[in-house]
């Protein structure tokens, strides 16, 4: 048994079960024995592959994105150039790097990375050492002034609730212990998660549904929203999930690229959830414009992913351009990434239509 489920094991005997939340933020961000603190889990060595590790076109697109925002910005002298989870820093090395000959860009931007690890910290430091960088603990430490903000795959380490409905009503999922290890059981009565179903859900979903939600990234969309409000600038949010709140259960542990049993190995696996667009879309009501969701597939290919793709294998080997075509593939084709992951634009209301986003 790891350090880490002796810790969780302990707390059960002393508190009793926990929320599935609570099990999922301990298993990713315990400071000393979390997943994402002691380790680099990207690529095939690792747990899993995101997109901007995939292909270097992605983060390059993003890039130009950025700078057509900035662009319809009025070109702001400074402005914060916001990543939430960086990973690696792969996305932000490949977006400066697509931004140089885009006059007055580079020298505006405050980039800032908005990232828990320590080992993480560590590696964004490597692989962008050749540019200056604040890293901040929360969206609201980013320093005042407009914001371009990027999230790929940031919410979907975040931390949900599940919740049951029962012939007596909802009750929530929490992580208890049986003497041969963790195991699910329901809370005795309906918990303050309930209050975030949608009504549609809370009256209408059958017996048996297991629903998710997610306050810490409810708050964290919000936040973002206030900071596009008060001083201006745009959002993308990508990551696997449903354009609509609906019920089901999402939560899935990896590991090594193999799916794993949620309660068996935490702090070893990683952890995530379905994002819900919809209820992130609704956290930002009132303080700035959405465009999308729309899949990432129709987003990179609006963005002129072909055109970009057929720029870098004119300068490459065949092997390099068979790996070019292939990861292109994998981040638009629809039975890859391209519909299941989804991009939402979150805008201050001068800004709306985003590029990306099509008419
Ligand atoms: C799945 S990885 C995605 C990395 C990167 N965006 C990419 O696409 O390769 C999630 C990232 O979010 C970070 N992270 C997770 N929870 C966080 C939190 N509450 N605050 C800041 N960063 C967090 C992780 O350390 C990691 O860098």
């Known amino acids: 048994m790891s350090e880490l489920a002796r810790l ?35 690529g095939r060595d690792g747990d899993f592959i995101t997109a901007p590790e995939i292909s270097q076109i992605f983060g390059e697109l993003i890039g130009i994105w950025c700078v057509a925002v900035w662009r319809m910005m009025g070109v702001p002298s400074r402005f914060n150039l916001v990543e939430l989870g960086p990973g690696r820093g792969t996305l932000m090395a ?27 910290r560590a590696a964004q430091k490597r692989t962008l050492a050749a540019h200056e960088i604040v890293w901040c603990d929360s969206v609201d430490a980013v320093p ?3 914001v371009l ?10 931390p949900v609730h599940q919740l049951v409905r029962t012939v007596d009503g909802w009750r929530e999922r929490l992580v208890g212990q049986d003497g041969t290890g963790f195991r699910f059981m329901l809370s005795a009565d309906a918990t303050p998660a309930t209050a975030l179903l949608t009504s549609d859900i809370r009256t209408g979903a059958p017996v048996d549904s297991v629903a998710e939600v997610q306050p810490a990234g409810l708050a964290i969309a919000a936040a973002v929203a206030d900071r596009i409000k008060s001083d201006g600038g745009a ?3 990508i990551d696997y999930g449903y354009a609509e709140s609906a019920v089901g259960e999402t939560l899935q542990a990896v590991r090594q690229h193999e799916p794993q049993d949620v309660l068996l190995m935490p702090g070893d696996a990683d952890l995530t959830a379905h994002v819900d667009f919809a209820a992130l879309g609704r956290a930002t009501a009132g303080k700035a414009t959405l465009c999308g969701p729309c899949g990432q597939g129709a987003f990179l290919q609006n963005l002129g992913i072909a055109i970009r793709a057929e720029r870098l294998a004119e300068q490459a ?18 039975d890859e990434m391209g519909s299941l992951f989804k991009v939402l634009g979150i805008a201050s209301h001068d800004l709306s239509p985003l590029p990306g986003f099509g008419s």
């Not at 099990?23 to 400071?31: D, E």
């Not at 931004?99 to 690890?117: K, P, Y």
């Not at 080997?317 to 629809?334: C, F, K, N, P, W």
């Open 8 to 42: 969780i094991e302990r707390q059960i005997a002393t508190a009793g079960p926990m929320t599935v939340a609570d099990y999922m933020a301990t298993a990713l961000g315990h400071p000393q024995h979390g997943y994402y603190m002691n380790r680099d889990p990207f």
């Open 94 to 120: 490949d977006a400066l790097r697509a931004t140089s000959q885009s006059q007055g860009f580079r020298q505006a931007a405050n980039v800032a990375l908005v990232e828990t690890s320590p080992v993480l």
């Open 144 to 146: 005042d002034g407009p």
């Open 149 to 158: 903000l990027i999230a790929n795959e940031f919410f979907d380490a975040l």
């Open 235 to 237: 959002a993308l949010i």
């Open 317 to 334: 080997t065949s092997s390099q351009a068979e790996d070019i075509a292939s990861g292109v593939r994998r981040l638009i084709a629809d």
